[in-house]
């Protein structure tokens, strides 16, 4: 992959909105003169000073005061927001009538349960569906004589609306928060398996660190890490991201291997410009596993993205949708793991999802 050689200069465009009202119209002209400066450059910069000062809705006129940092990611194709609509409709109703069965359950006991969640179905519906597959675990004796308490459910992890793969949900309040805590603090280790399109990396594993954060139109985008802590509109700042890849196979031809530690033999890329892609490249799929090391919203597809291969279907991050004559109407992507200590036992626990057709 090549990167361009230089960095995006960031430049000041005006801005004005809601969290930054105050606008500055200035109530004469004004410039900076220099020995050089021919009168018809004077005249002119000053009639348009004029001009704007008497045009308070001139494009010119308001002033952006904050210098925000410049994402280096694409925006959103403005297609695929009729795509996600689409989308998301097709999953409610999906939801609405979801219901979890004991071949999703892959743990359970007294405080927490694993369950593989399925591609188009919302973390919310999964989670009213768990006291009926609980109810149907649990002896019915037990239940008439209400010697089982009703759980307190909580979500300990998220996945997005069409990855699949494992999700916890604990039965208590104390176990929740010592478990999100885990999450937070990044001491659960996930993998994730992607399906790719894009041109066969030459790379084998690659440690990708960058910046993350809500562009000024609300999207995700990758940001420089240079640019961690600097703020964003609407007032949150870039935060750090992580995460680590290894190819398993490129276009069927390679091994499915078991998940393992990443050792120093990894090319290391650290994010300071946008990346350059050829978009007339032969494209190939790729079958990836990925280690986040951080938790951010979209982190691996955004990741994908930035390398030149997006996930397979995933139409918000530049992932085809149509591929060898079929239509794909979801992203290909799979929580294939979490190994974590039990937030009350303190075993070690290791979970992990079958994998979907798309895998295999």
């Known amino acids: 992959m090549k990167f361009s050689s230089f960095l995006t200069k960031q430049t000041q465009m005006p801005f004005s909105s809601p969290l930054n009202p105050t606008l500055f119209f200035p109530s004469k002209p004004f410039f900076k003169l ?17 001009q704007n000062s008497m045009n308070p809705t001139s494009q ?35 939801s609405s009538l979801f219901a979890l069965s004991k071949s999703d359950v892959i743990y359970q006991d007294q405080w927490l349960i694993a369950v593989n969640k399925p591609q188009g179905v919302y973390c919310e519906s999964l989670l009213n569906s768990v006291p009926q597959v609980l109810d149907c675990l649990v002896e019915s004796s037990e239940l008439s004589e209400g010697t089982v308490p009703r759980p307190e459910l909580h979500l300990a992890n998220r996945l997005d609306r069409d990855t699949s793969g494992v999700m916890i949900i604990t039965k208590l309040h104390k176990v929740a928060s010592k478990l999100v805590k ?49 703020s964003l509109p609407g007032g949150s700042t870039v935060k750090d991201m992580e995460t ?61 993205q930035y390398l030149g291969i997006p996930i397979r ?37 290791m979970f992990r999802a079958p994998l979907p057709l798309w895998v295999t």
């Open 244 to 304: 680590s890849f290894e190819v398993l196979s490129i276009n069927g031809q390679g091994s499915f291997k078991e998940p393992s530690e990443f050792n120093n033999d990894k090319d290391i890329l650290v994010v300071e410009e946008k990346a350059v892609i050829d978009a007339d490249a032969k494209k190939d799929e790729i079958l990836v596993r990925a280690f986040p090391r951080s938790g951010r919203t979209h982190q691996i597809r955004l990741h994908c």
């Open 60 to 94: 010119n006129t308001p002033i952006n005061l904050q210098n925000y940092p410049i994402p280096l990611s694409p925006p959103l194709n403005p297609l695929s927001k009729e795509m996600e609509l689409a989308r998301a409709m097709s999953a409610s109703s999906k």
């Open 182 to 230: 885990a999450f937070t603090d990044h001491k659960v280790r996930k993998t994730y398996i992607a399906l790719c399109i894009g041109s066969a990396p030459k790379w084998e594993k690659i440690a990708i660190k960058s910046g993350h954060g809500r562009s000024k139109f609300g999207a995700f985008r990758v940001y420089a890490v240079s640019d961690v802590g600097r």
């Open 34 to 50: 220099t020995k050089t400066l021919a009168f018809s450059t004077l005249q002119s910069t000053t009639m348009s000073a004029s």
């Open 313 to 349: 279907g995933d139409v918000k991050y530049e992932g085809v949708c149509e591929w060898k004559g079929r239509t794909y109407d979801s992203h290909e992507l799979h929580a294939e793991s979490l190994s974590l200590e039990h937030p009350v036992t303190g075993q070690p626990l």
